[in-house]
């Protein structure tokens, strides 16, 4: 994956801690410090070196809102303040795309408000006084938009995006950078706000469903590992390892969303699949109440908080769902809202059904249980939660596509420093513990619900969300570079 490789010649700076001015575009020629300067590379050196640079980094908690059964809001957002003065906006948070956006003043299609209980707003870059357009010809359009800008842009020309989603939704419009609010992470369940200057699309145009339905936010914060995630921009900068985790509360809502190295509870990690965009991994196996499936060795498997449901490649469906039901006989099925497969059952869901076991690469498990593979439609009306569609890249091979729901109640940590994620059974009502990398200390962050008072259609199933956010897997379909 290109956009997600370091450039080994030249460090672009583009995040800056404090709350000084708009950062520039700064090259720097990079050389070997220890040789370069005639000094012995030894072990204590690099240690030292180390130590000093991880001084830099800060461990940064942001608070979570939303619910992903689709019986309810469908989704998991966090609010990031932008702007001078900060100005608070609802996005999304999805491993399966990469820049962050929001809707900007004037956007066509945008969505004006939203049932979850939040005051959607639109971003004017004229209202903050540390905001400023990134022209095509930057090296930044160029290293993180649009590699070919500089070449067919015209002079004063807005660095443009334009970004489509496996659910046909667009959203398109011009590139700023502006200040970002951290939380950062300074005592036991205790944050103070440092400000970071980092590159966003500002949204123009919007077309789709995703963001326009009842469920609305103001944009999308993508986590994945190419140069334009915010996540890639502050590791670039040095003021954060690459290494995020969450842990998604379907039981209270909201959970735990934070930058940095958790060092409590430990996980058990599985290596990442090189150079694939988003977080691919090793399939090795599937077992339904501990029988195993015949699946094919070439299917593998993306892990994605921007999807709702689960989607399985025809070969797996067809074989998981009927092991499925077949625990529990005389089941009466029927289709709800022509998509949905149900029936009704007034038993306990958990006592009644097998869980769901996904083996990857060095012996680690990812268990689904019943309750988050199935969910409540209505009353005694239970629906499966398993969709047959699989996403399938250039390369022709099948993927898994495990959404939020099956990643409900599990602490997940990415670390894409070390190309490798993990993840543990976990209360996400609970609390972690981070390291704060300046100090050295180790801090607890507890889990957060931006909104208690959430509406919910708990009498029926939500169309739109359940339709919208199964495939939000982000294919970024191409950057231009043109007048605005």
């Given amino acids: 994956m290109e956009g997600s490789r370091l450039l080994a010649v030249v460090v672009v700076v583009l995040v800056q801690l404090g709350g000084g001015g708009v950062v520039g575009n700064l090259v720097f020629q990079v050389k070997n410090k220890f040789k370069a300067a005639g000094r012995e590379r030894t072990l204590d050196a690099l240690k030292e070196h180390d130590t000093r640079r991880h001084g830099r980094m800060l461990a940064v908690d942001f608070p979570m809102g939303g619910n992903g059964l689709p019986t309810e809001t469908g989704l998991y957002y966090t609010k990031l303040p932008l702007g001078t003065p900060p100005a608070d906006y609802y996005v999304l948070v999805d491993t399966g795309s990469d820049p962050l956006w929001v809707n900007c003043v004037g956007c066509r299609g945008c969505p004006t408000k939203s049932n979850i209980g939040i005051d959607l707003k639109l971003f004017d870059p004229e209202k903050s006084e540390t905001s400023s357009v990134i022209k095509c010809d930057d090296q930044v359009c160029k290293l993180m938009f649009d590699k070919e800008s500089p070449s067919r842009c015209s002079p004063g020309a807005h660095c443009q995006y334009n970004i489509a989603y496996g659910d046909e939704s667009n959203s398109t419009g011009y590139v700023v950078s502006d200040h970002v609010q951290l939380a950062q992470v300074t005592g036991n369940l205790k944050t103070t706000a440092s400000n970071a200057t980092i590159v966003f699309g500002c949204g123009t145009s919007y077309s789709g469903s995703s963001l326009g339905s009842d469920a609305g936010v103001d944009g999308i914060l993508g986590l994945g590992q190419a140069n334009s995630s915010m996540l890639s921009q502050l590791a670039a900068a040095g003021m954060v390892k690459k290494e995020f985790a969450h842990c998604l509360d379907v039981v209270e809502g909201g959970g735990i969303f934070a930058i940095g190295d958790v060092?409590?509870?430990?996980?058990?990690?599985?290596?990442?699949?090189?150079?694939?965009?988003?977080?691919?991994?090793?399939?090795?196996?599937?077992?339904?109440?501990?029988?195993?499936?015949?699946?094919?060795?070439?299917?593998?498997?993306?892990?994605?908080?921007?999807?709702?449901?689960?989607?399985?490649?025809?070969?797996?469906?067809?074989?998981?769902?009927?092991?499925?039901?077949?625990?529990?006989?005389?089941?009466?099925?029927?289709?709800?809202?022509?998509?949905?497969?149900?029936?009704?059952?007034?038993?306990?869901v958990d006592e009644s059904f097998p869980t769901v076991s996904f083996q990857f690469n060095g012996s680690v498990t990812l268990t689904v249980y019943p309750r988050e593979y199935l969910f409540r439609a209505k009353d005694d009306i239970w629906c499966i939660g398993w969709q047959n569609g699989a996403v399938e890249y250039d390369d022709g091979k099948e993927r898994i596509l495990l959404g939020e729901f099956a990643l409900s109640n599990k602490l997940v940590i990415y670390d894409a420093e070390n190309q490798t994620i993990g993840w543990t059974d976990y209360n996400c009502s609970s609390s972690i513990t981070i390291r704060d990398e300046k100090s050295g200390a180790d801090y607890t962050v507890g889990s957060q619900n931006i909104n208690n008072s959430v509406n919910s259609n708990s009498g029926g199933l939500n169309l739109e969300v359940g339709r919208i956010f199964y495939v939000l897997l982000a294919i970024i379909v191409g950057f231009t570079a043109s007048e605005f």
């Fill in 263 to 348: 060092v409590s509870p430990e996980v058990k990690t599985t290596p990442l699949v090189p150079d694939m965009p988003h977080y691919n991994v090793y399939l090795e196996g599937i077992a339904v109440g501990g029988d195993a499936l015949n699946v094919p060795a070439s299917i593998g498997a993306i892990i994605d908080s921007g999807t709702t449901l689960a989607y399985l490649p025809s070969v797996v469906y067809d074989s998981l769902v009927p092991k499925i039901l077949a625990q529990q006989p005389g089941l009466k099925m029927q289709i709800v809202n022509n998509q949905f497969a149900c029936f009704e059952f007034s038993q306990n």
